[in-house]
């Protein structure tokens, strides 16, 4: 997460979207830089409303844009099961080694998703407070060129990115089946990020009641 107190903005790092990139090119311009723990870092909407929005609200005033970035859904997964597949965690409980995309996707529909196939919701992470806290500006991380050319605009500056964090590449398919159980099972996922249009711009789809 950054913290931009001139420019009234935060920047908040959904996980598997590229935010440690960011993070290295603009830690310089932020005023505040959070990188540990992960639960502070990777803060979702509802832990930077009750934590970290006091702080700002008190200091920087209630104007203050929330900025996020949200991948495609099946490819969000994609990213999450290539991270965990990495040599380094074989033989981990979250590993996703010695299993197929498919095997990953049907594991984390399910009721109680197991270690290595629980990895949150993007929709989860961004839902809107009752107190009004919400994303103001929510980019797709397919479209690089708009996210940067705000942040660009909004911080006064050009931005050279490098990759971080990058997971081997390696063809992943998913079965109709799963891929059908999968937009069942995190239909809100798929309706937010239909929601998102040019510059940032989206209209949250309504809440479906809880059960």
């Known amino acids: 997460m950054l913290v931009f107190a001139r420019q009234k903005l935060v920047l908040l790092a959904v996980p598997k979207t590229g935010s440690t990139a960011y993070e290295m090119a603009l830690a310089p311009l932020a005023s505040m830089v959070v990188t540990s723990p ?90 809107p407070q009752r107190n009004g806290t919400r994303v ?24 050279r990115t490098a990759a971080e964090n990058t997971s081997p590449a390696m063809p992943l398919t998913l079965s109709q089946g799963i891929e059908a159980r999968l937009r069942r099972r995190y239909r809100d996922d798929f309706a937010l990020w239909d929601s998102i249009e040019g510059n940032g711009i989206h209209t949250p789809p309504p809440a479906r009641p809880k059960p």
């Open 136 to 159: 103001t500006h929510l980019f797709r991380y397919e479209d690089q060129a708009g996210f940067k050319a705000f942040l660009e605009d909004r911080l006064e500056t050009s931005i």
């Open 38 to 127: 992960p639960e502070l870092k990777h803060a979702p909407v509802f832990r930077y409303n009750r934590f970290i929005r006091p702080m700002i609200v008190r200091f920087l005033g209630e104007d203050v844009d929330v900025v996020a970035v949200m991948r495609e859904p099946v490819s969000w997964l994609r990213s999450w099961f290539r991270y965990r597949r990495r040599a380094a965690l074989a033989g981990h409980g979250n590993s996703t080694h010695g299993m197929s995309f498919d095997d990953f996707v049907a594991a984390y529909c399910s009721a109680q998703p197991p270690d290595f196939a629980r990895v949150g919701s993007q929709a989860k992470f961004l839902e």
